[in-house]
């Protein structure tokens, strides 16, 4: 068994802001049949104590960056926890980043130094409870453990880093170095010095082993100086180690045959009775009843998703005859924008502000397309769900969107094989053109359902990747 501490700041179903916590949460489970035994060491928020329920310490200190910490550990359904107890940094209720007003915590420095600092004593085989092989730190949260790890003694564990999203980099002033139990030798252009500060993620693409994104496409982007966010010149420096592995989706908690979730749960055969999840969204969403093209949307409200064309194109999608529900929470400006456009359009867009899992099963198994015109999409997770329940993808041709959607080209329907439609973005135009395309194709429904069919039997599990993963960790252990 090659032995894995994986470090995240999140982690589904306890802790969740987005498709991070999904790939910590189902990452462990995919990964045992591979020979790979995986510990998920997460910051104690109150929601993770809550479930490790009371533990005796594994371990303790007395000083983990400003007060005395123990670590916890215990079993959460399938996962195997180990949660950083530090109240002075993580006994916080509400999102795991942000302040109630909806600024970074401040301390965010030391939170996340602290995570990778411990994760390190992990990899540095000072915690006789568990010595992992790897440790996989995901995100700028815990990519400072290459840091740590890199100036730690042998024996000492090897070190992949995936990037989620290369938009949170964990950057902060200079002054934070001092604090970071680093030696002063690190604080430079190659170490974690970055444009002047200090970068959290940096560090991590500088020192790592291995590193990895969740889709081939963005790792390609990310090379770019139009896709890498200040980070394109030490990728591509680092690009014989990174590789590109898309996520996957956990399908037993996403199971249209069983959903619980759903008004009617269905299968491929039976797809017929999706229409009434579609009259439970009507109802949910205050729209009206109808057999015409349903439009979803689930998602985080900001530029990033391409919310604000989402907003833009409602008065012609609705002029054309469509309907609309959408989910999701986020950018207050986009928020007022679409409560707008549900009261411009009653009957024909519902908005539900917020956060609530349950709805976004519902919407993917009665919807007829989801989507999704996302300005870059390191992987998503969202195409896959309506992929695996019946509900079209409509996306933008960028990252993991690109390389897990068969756009529906006279070539791919000729050959049976297309599972959504896709559009180049950047513009308005090109997302008009997606809809109007899918709502051509809703009109022939042999077309529509022979897509849905298509989309259901794609792989969307995790076995593929997780074996890549495997891979991964096996050639840095030199165990092929
Ligand atoms: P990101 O991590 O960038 O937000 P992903 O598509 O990778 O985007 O993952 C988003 C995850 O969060 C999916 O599981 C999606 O269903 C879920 N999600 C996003 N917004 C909402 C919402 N408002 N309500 C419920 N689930 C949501």
């Given at each position: 068994m090659i032995k894995v501490l994986a470090v995240a700041s999140e982690v589904f179903p306890l802790v969740k802001t987005g498709g991070l916590a999904d790939v910590v949460g189902a990452l462990p489970k995919a990964l045992l049949p591979h020979g790979v035994e995986t510990r998920v060491l997460v910051p104690a928020y109150p929601p993770i104590l809550a479930a490790l329920g009371p533990a005796?310490?594994?371990y303790r200190y007395n000083d983990v960056f400003g007060g005395p910490a123990a670590l916890i550990a215990g079993k959460v359904g399938d996962l195997d926890l180990i949660a950083l107890d530090a109240p002075h940094l993580f006994n916080r209720n509400g999102n795991p980043y942000l302040a109630p007003g909806g600024a970074d915590w401040p301390d965010n420095w030391q939170r996340f130094a602290a995570l990778s600092y411990v994760a390190g004593e992990f990899g540095s085989?000072?915690?006789?409870?568990?010595?992992?092989?790897?440790?996989?730190?995901h995100d700028w949260q815990s990519a400072l453990v290459?840091?740590?790890l890199h100036v730690a003694p042998e024996p000492k564990a090897k070190t992949v880093l995936t990037i989620h999203n290369l938009a949170f980099q964990g950057v902060f002033p200079t002054p934070v170095f001092a604090e970071l139990r680093l030696p002063p030798s690190l604080c430079a252009l190659d170490g974690v010095e970055y444009y002047g500060a200090v970068g959290y993620l940096k560090a991590g693409l500088q020192f790592a082993d291995a590193i990895t994104t969740v889709s081939p496409s963005y790792a390609e982007e990310i090379c770019t100086p139009a896709g890498g966010m200040g980070l394109d010149g030490l990728?591509?420096?680092?690009?014989?180690?990174?590789?590109g592995i898309v996520n996957g989706i956990d399908t037993d908690v996403w199971d249209p045959a069983v959903d619980k979730d759903l008004a009617a749960p269905f299968t491929a055969a039976k797809l017929a009775r999706r229409a009434d999840n579609k009259r439970a969204i009507e109802k949910r969403f205050g729209l009206e009843t109808g057999d015409g093209i349903l439009f979803s949307v689930i998602s985080r409200l900001t530029w990033q998703k391409g919310m604000d064309l989402l907003a833009d194109a409602i008065d012609a999608l609705?002029?054309?005859?469509?309907?609309?529900?959408?989910?999701g929470s986020g950018d207050a400006v986009l928020e007022g924008a679409l409560s707008a456009a549900a009261l411009r359009h009653p009957g024909r867009v519902g908005f539900v502000a917020g956060y609530d899992e349950k709805l976004a099963h519902?919407?993917?198994g009665g919807a007829d397309a989801i989507l999704i015109p996302s300005r870059f999409e390191p992987c998503g997770l969202t195409q896959f769900h309506g992929l695996h329940y019946g509900c079209v993808p409509v996306v933008s041709r960028v990252g993991g969107l690109a390389d897990t959607i068969i756009d529906a080209n006279d070539a791919a329907l000729a050959a049976g094989?297309?599972?959504?439609l896709q559009f180049s973005l950047a513009d308005a135009g090109g997302f008009a053109h997606a809809v109007t395309r899918a709502q051509h194709l809703f009109a022939d429904p042999k077309a529509w359902s022979a897509m849905q069919k298509s989309g259901m039997k794609s792989d969307v599990s995790w076995s593929r990747s997780a074996a890549r993963y495997a891979d991964i960790y096996r050639r840095l252990l030199a165990r092929i």
């Open positions: 005796e310490p594994i085989g000072l915690i006789g409870e568990f010595v992992p092989d790897i440790v996989h730190a290459a840091a740590y990728l591509r420096s680092r690009r014989a180690v990174l590789s609705v002029a054309s005859g469509a309907r609309l529900a959408v989910l519902l919407l993917q094989v297309a599972t959504g």
